[in-house]
Nanobody
Framework: QVQVVESGGGLVQPGESLRLFCAVS????????IGWFRRAPGKEREGVSC????????FYADSVKGRFIISRDNDEKTVYLQMNSLQPADTAVYYC????????????????????WGQGTQVTVSS
């Protein structure tokens, strides 16, 4: 069972950047596709981005495409989400999770593969 701990959130102004971290334990990270999700106040959880198990495919939601970058370091067992040009609409609690992997690790999608979630990290974008 994989456990995750998210960190790196904070309060920033519109246009600024943040880098989120997801520390993974309990299993080798290179066995999994991994993704970031977010939940804004009063809204359903939204899939933001995923990176395939083999690391050469990424998915981004349209709302973050061109602004966010997901990366992974299997040796450090850490997944990153670089968030640039942040907007108030990006305000949410951000979570990472293993996600569904298919085509022998070549692809991922935003279906969580774990039933448990970390505490998340709060990102607030406000002037």
């Amino acid at each position: 069972q994989v456990q995750v701990v998210e960190s790196g959130g904070g309060l920033v102004q519109p246009g600024e950047s943040l880098r989120l971290f997801c520390a993974v334990s309990g299993s080798s990270l290179d066995n999994y596709a991994i993704g970031w999700f977010r939940r804004a106040p009063g809204k359903e959880r939204e899939g933001v981005s995923c990176k395939s198990r083999r690391g050469d495919y990424t998915f981004y939601a349209d709302s973050v495409k061109g602004r966010f970058i997901i990366s992974r370091d299997n040796d450090e067992k850490t997944v990153y989400l670089q968030m640039n040009s942040l907007q108030p609409a990006d305000t949410a609690v951000y979570y990472c999770s293993t996600v569904r992997s298919f085509l022998n690790g070549l692809r991922c999608d935003m279906v969580p593969a774990s039933s448990s979630w970390g505490q998340g990290t709060q990102v607030t974008v406000s002037s």
